[in-house]
């Protein structure tokens, strides 16, 4: 019976332990940007008449580069990165720079597409893992920290 106890104790134990590692691991991901977001947005809204050549991500502003068949399919792109209710991720977009090439009637542009840090946030991690209470707390010789060391 007392085996029992102790087995139970340490079970115990070992699901605190658990639980904090699983609060800190949700809250390091809760913070971490899931770009994966960003070019699935990016890919529904970009139409078929444009090309995106080059992306970069500057803090919250992706900067675009591409050629389009026409104005007209530019600013339809140009729209739809700047519609709040359709996007999870962008915000706003602006052409920076426009060109028109002569010789087929294409256009190239610059777009300054600005993101919403909040729509990079991978949703499964956004829900809170119950920590411990404050009567939960382990011993003190149990590991407090992610890597198991006290």
């Given at each position: 019976m007392v085996a029992d106890i102790v087995a139970l104790k340490t079970?115990?134990?070992?699901?605190?332990?658990?639980?904090i590692r699983a609060e800190l691991i949700g809250n390091v991901m809760s913070k971490r940007s899931n770009y994966s977001n960003l070019l699935e947005e990016l890919k529904q809204?970009?139409?078929?008449?444009?090309d995106v050549s080059s992306l970069s991500v500057e803090g919250e502003t992706i900067r675009l580069q591409g050629k389009a068949n026409n104005y007209n399919e530019?600013?339809?792109?140009?729209?739809?990165?700047?519609?709040?209710?359709?996007?999870?991720?962008?915000?706003?977009a602006e052409i920076s720079n426009i060109s028109l090439n002569?010789?087929?009637?294409?256009?190239?542009?610059n777009i300054n597409a600005y993101i919403s840090a909040q729509g990079l946030i991978n949703p499964a991690f956004i829900m809170p893992i119950k920590a411990p209470s404050a009567t939960?707390?382990?011993?003190?010789?149990?590991?407090t920290d992610i890597n198991g060391t006290n």
């Open positions: 079970t115990e134990e070992q699901i605190l332990v658990l639980g809204v970009v139409p078929t008449q444009v530019l600013t339809k792109f140009t729209r739809s990165l700047k519609q709040k209710e359709k996007n999870k991720v962008f915000v706003d002569g010789e087929d009637g294409t256009v190239t542009y939960e707390t382990p011993s003190t010789d149990l590991p």
